[in-house]
């Protein structure tokens, strides 16, 4: 029988009528019938952060996230607070906003809710305040006086909330639209046989535009975020398995403190904003086969595989082989999806690099990202491993610039020649982004400037 979508909102239950479709956008439904008008509508894109509200993780995490990619179904049965909800004990100001208010953090106003859940979240999450803030786009103000009111807030340690009793949701329905929620990889799979034409929906940040910015009503779509075995973060000696529905958020993190992975970490904290990481997976990166998926040229560099399930079982493939065209993967239409990705941790003493170029540091499109790895023997490169992405039809190897690599001397020549060899090997586009002649030219360069810096040359 199909389920009414409940979830927490601001400690408050809420359940939705029946009628509602599950694909509305939580933006929509709080603009709308909630009449919670604090969270703002700006580019609808996930760019801006206006929308930004905080999702409340049961380790106690909070996650901000883009209310107008995320939609009623994904929230079922978790913990939502708006700026509306963010309030002291005694009821007035919570600090957050009162400190924003004294460091004269606020303009015209528009933006400042979202900025408010930005920095409610940082509290727990920590780090850099401009990295918190890189996903809340500010008009008026000026960023100076809002980051000083971030690096004022006092850190708070994560803290579980009270549990949400809410039924399962295995099928939310609004007249001839399913929203389906599978619990399990054999229900996902059985689903995904069934109705091979439904949307497979996790973090929703590429499908989620589909819907807020060309309003797509989908006739089914399969929801993998209450799929235990899609959320798996195993750590081994040999590498790190990632479920295709963890999110950035936690990978980002797990990267961070995990021996040999510190550079993919400094490229997913690129990675969009604090709210795409919130929502985005590795395995949407994957399904979605873009050349510039910011996360295809370290996988392709690492060896990385993908693991596969299906109701026929499961099959595990190198990544570079699930790639297989512009938009297009490996997966059969027979059920097929993807259940994890292994990321083999380099070797010790290996060399990588995960670079990427756009018009701003943060939360940009690619127009060239390059990532290499490289082990060397003495003074000889033993093996190298070079990827592109946003220069193709899909991210690739540059096996030309490899086999330059490969047993050359670790000197300023050979990474030269394979500079050369790279931009021989590739045939950029002409876009928005960048020219086809700076794309080249920049490829060519990146590898260049990995020799510079291994060898301690680079400027500081």
């Known amino acids: 029988m199909p389920a009414h979508i409940a979830f927490h909102l601001n400690d408050e239950p809420r359940h939705l009528p029946p009628e509602l479709s599950p694909t509305t956008t939580l933006l929509d439904w709080l603009r709308g019938p909630a009449a919670l008008t604090g969270t703002k509508e700006g580019c609808a894109e996930g760019d801006c952060g206006a929308c930004t509200v905080v999702i409340e993780e049961a380790d106690g995490a909070r996650s901000a996230v883009n209310a107008c990619l995320l939609t009623l179904g994904q929230i079922h049965g978790r913990r939502l607070r708006t700026v509306e909800g963010l309030r002291a004990p005694d009821g007035g100001a919570h600090p957050v906003q009162s400190t924003m208010a004294a460091c004269n953090g606020t303009q015209c106003g528009f933006c400042t809710p979202g900025i408010v859940m930005s920095a409610w979240a940082h509290q727990t999450e920590g780090g850099d305040p401009h990295e918190a803030l890189a996903g ?82 989908p006739e089914a779509v399969i929801c993998t975020l209450d799929v235990p075995e899609l959320a798996i973060a195993e750590v081994s000696p040999g590498g790190l398995r990632i479920g295709a529905s963890l999110p950035y958020r936690r990978l980002l993190a797990l990267c961070a403190t995990e021996p040999g992975f510190a550079p993919l970490a400094g490229l997913l904290r690129r990675l969009g904003s604090r709210q795409i990481r919130g929502m985005g997976t590795l395995g949407g990166n994957l399904g979605t086969a873009s050349p510039i998926g910011d996360a295809l040229p370290p996988l392709l560099a690492l060896s990385a595989t993908v693991r596969l399930s299906s109701p026929e079982g499961e099959r595990e493939m190198p990544v570079e082989d699930f790639l297989t065209g512009y938009r297009r993967n490996a997966l059969k239409p027979t059920g097929e999806v993807i259940r994890d990705v292994f990321l083999p941790r380099p070797p010790e003493g290996a060399l990588m690099a995960c670079e990427k170029l756009s018009r701003r540091h943060d939360q940009d499109i690619t127009a060239v990202g390059l990532s290499v790895l490289l082990t060397r023997d003495g003074n000889r490169i033993a093996t190298a491993r070079i990827a592109h992405g946003g220069l193709g039809p899909k991210a690739a190897r540059a096996t030309g610039a490899e086999a330059a690599l490969a047993g050359a001397p670790f000197t300023e020549a050979s990474f030269a020649a394979a500079a050369e060899a790279l931009m021989a090997e590739i045939a950029p586009l002409d876009d928005l982004r960048a020219s086809a002649a700076y794309r080249k030219r920049a490829a060519g360069n990146l590898l260049r400037r990995l020799w510079h810096r291994w060898s301690g040359q680079e400027a500081a």
């Open 136 to 217: 809340n786009l500010c008009r008026c103000t000026g960023y100076r006086p809002i980051l000083e009111a971030f690096a004022r807030l006092p850190a708070e340690p994560a803290a579980p909330p009270p549990p949400v009793p809410l039924p399962a949701a295995p099928l939310l329905q609004s007249g001839s639209q399913s929203f389906h929620r599978p619990a399990s990889l054999a229900e996902l799979v059985a689903l995904r046989a069934a109705q091979p034409g439904a949307w497979l929906l996790a973090g929703g940040t590429d499908l989620g535009l589909r819907i807020s910015e060309h309003r797509e009503v």
